[in-house]
């Protein structure tokens, strides 16, 4: 890995210097003219814009690639984030020209070949998870739990059952659970898991009533376990009139083996940059498709795919009346949904099944070899699904050494560091994930990091406590970074 | 183990509780609490004015870390808050029985404070939990 922090391009640029042939046409006088902007907002002065060569700017990127900590580079077992490997095939096809040339408003008489890959893969993704419609559109997780959300409260709302304005949480949800019911004008009461892990049914059963819209689930749940009641929470739920949310975040590790439609969730997003391998980009771009039991399925955001006897057509707000609307320009991020029916198509039903097998498979591994090794684990007597949970607790008080100086210690073995302090129910936790695309050799060398710093947390906390020592930069000042934005290069003058 | 002083009353939630000279109820997040949450960047307090029942969300903590609920111990109606907090959150880490304090609340009912955990059964539920 370089070992030297690389400097803003706007530090290389010289005025006047740049790289003719990369830049794009002049537009002609008359082309301007023809645009009609109003003479008010054009621009007077050049932007500015970092002037530097061809060479130049390949170096800074190229530079600024190897210092990235990427799956492609090294083992990143970053827990409820899914980081598995995106096979190089997905990006093959998906970059097909014929895909890459297609525009969105092209006619659906030219682009069948497109339409019947996101129908086929609405198809898919109906059948592995048990639900009786989907939606491609959401562009991200976050996106797709809003739009589930939504239209749970659609469907109250087309009954005239106005009150039901409150969502149910346990403690341990992903932190967009309660963000999206509140984003969707609902009120979140949180109820409190067992000691096992699983929802605490008597807090539940309190819980629910006529203002009840729904529950936001993740099943395995955060903390790295199966949710064992899950039957008894749909019939609790169901009961009081609401409905049930799969945060589709941990899906991978019941692929092909359990279905959310068949445990009884009414709608599910899917992250399709997680469990079906594609990328994760920089926060974007993401896709979030959502799937509904039947009676949703009015309410499910346009367009969709859908076919009669001339062939694949969008579905939208003619069709589906009562739908939530639209969420993205045009159907979500096409490259992104092409990757995702790749994948599947490469895998098919057996291959998929064998995606949960493996993931789940690798963090017991992992999970048995390194409660060996002297890790405590989170939730012992239980197995764990894709992910598990160590707690540095004891580390914590016996030699001051925290889950986050294990984290920075790791990045100096070439580990990206495991989720730390997530989900906060546990204290001093490392939520670890390996993914079923990892080899036994991998995990074999994780395990022996691992042990290297517990030895080195008993003799010599100090040197865990000023790690890392490989990377471009130590320890960042987290704080001064949360509180004193700086977003710009210099100030403007 | 966590600082935990004898003199205030706690929820399980990790709030403390002081009952002040006046009848008034001043709340803040135990040591605990902030130990856990580590340094904090961002405060949010409720206005004055508004009315909580018990167990419901008060303020929010933001660290470094993760972002949290308080919860406010007792029903009550918000009469003053600690505004020193938008500028210096570190108070909370600083001084969370002190300096660190979010709100104070005139009680709906007088008696507000029995239902609330004392210091040794407060301290026994951290024991209890590994804190």
Request: one cysteine or more; hydrophobic letters at 40%.
């Amino acid at each position: 890995m370089n070992q030297t922090l690389e400097k803003p391009i706007f530090e290389y640029s010289r005025p006047g210097r740049g790289a003719a042939a990369q830049h794009p046409p002049a537009p002609s006088a008359d082309a301007i003219g023809r645009a009609a902007i109003p003479d008010a907002l054009r621009r007077r002065e050049a932007p500015l814009l970092p002037e530097v060569s061809e060479l130049d700017a390949v170096r800074h990127f190229t530079r600024l690639s190897q210092l990235n900590f990427s799956i492609d580079t090294n083992f990143y077992p970053l827990g409820s984030c899914t980081m598995k490997y995106n096979p190089k095939a997905c990006n093959q096809y998906a970059m097909l020209p014929q895909f890459l040339g297609r525009h969105p408003l092209a006619p659906a008489t030219v682009g069948q070949g497109f339409l019947s890959c996101m129908s086929e893969l609405q198809d898919m993704l109906k059948e592995v998870t048990g639900m009786a419609a989907v939606s491609l559109s959401p562009m991200a997780g976050a996106h797709g739990e809003f739009a589930g959300v939504a239209m749970i409260r659609a469907y109250h709302r087309a009954r005239g059952d106005l009150a039901r304005d409150e969502i149910i949480v346990p403690a341990a949800a992903h932190g967009t659970n309660p963000a999206t019911a509140t984003m969707c004008g609902c009120s979140v009461k949180e109820i409190p898991v067992d000691a096992e892990g699983d929802v605490d049914l008597d807090a539940l059963t309190k819980a629910v009533g006529p203002k009840t819209a729904g529950i936001m689930l993740t099943n395995p749940s955060t903390l790295g376990v199966f949710e064992r009641k899950i039957e008894a929470v749909a019939r609790i739920v169901h009961g009081a009139g609401g409905l049930l949310y799969y945060d589709g975040a941990n899906l991978n590790a019941i692929l092909g083996k359990v279905r959310p439609g068949d445990m009884g969730f009414d709608a599910i997003h899917m992250n399709l940059h997680k469990t079906f391998s594609t990328p994760h980009g920089g926060g974007g771009p993401g896709a979030g498709a959502v799937g509904v039991s039947a009676r949703l399925e009015p309410f499910l955001p346009v367009p969709l795919v859908g076919s009669d006897e001339q062939g694949h057509r969008w579905l939208d707000e003619t069709d589906r009346p009562q739908s939530i609307g639209r969420l993205s320009a045009f159907m979500g991020n096409a490259g992104v949904l092409l990757r995702a029916y790749i994948y599947m198509r490469m895998l098919g039903r057996d291959g998929m099944a064998r995606v949960g097998e493996f993931a789940t498979l690798n963090a017991n591994y992992l999970q048995a070899r390194l409660r060996d090794a002297g890790y405590e684990l989170a939730y012992p007597t239980r197995r764990a699904s894709h992910e598990f949970i160590l707690t540095l607790r004891r580390e914590a008080k016996e030699f001051d050494v925290t889950a986050m100086d294990i984290a920075k210690r790791l990045l100096d073995f070439g580990i990206h560091a495991p989720t730390t302090y997530f989900p906060m129910l546990v204290p001093e936790c490392l939520l670890i994930e390996p993914t079923e695309t990892e080899s036994r050799e991998t995990l074999d060398g994780f395990v022996e990091a691992m042990v290297a710093i517990l030895a080195e947390a008993r003799s010599d906390p100090a040197r865990l406590k000023a790690a890392p020592y490989t990377m471009p930069v130590r320890r960042l000042d987290d704080v001064r970074a949360a509180k004193h934005l700086e977003l710009t290069w210099k100030p403007v003058q | 183990m966590s600082q935990v002083p004898v003199e205030l009353r706690y929820a399980k939630t990790h709030e403390w509780a002081r009952l002040l000279p006046d009848g008034s109820v001043e709340v803040g997040i135990t040591e605990h609490a902030q130990a856990a949450l580590g340094d904090l960047v961002f405060v949010e307090v409720p206005e004055t004015g508004r009315v909580l029942a018990a167990g419901e969300g008060c303020a929010v903590v933001e660290s470094v870390k993760a972002a949290s609920d308080v919860y406010s111990p007792i029903a009550g109606t918000v009469i003053a808050v600690n505004l020193a907090l938008a500028a210096a959150p570190e108070l909370v880490n600083q001084d969370c029985y002190g300096r660190g304090w979010m709100l104070r609340l005139q009680p709906a009912s007088p008696a507000a404070l029995a239902g609330l955990l004392d210091a040794e059964a407060y301290g026994g539920q951290l024991a209890a939990t590994g804190g």
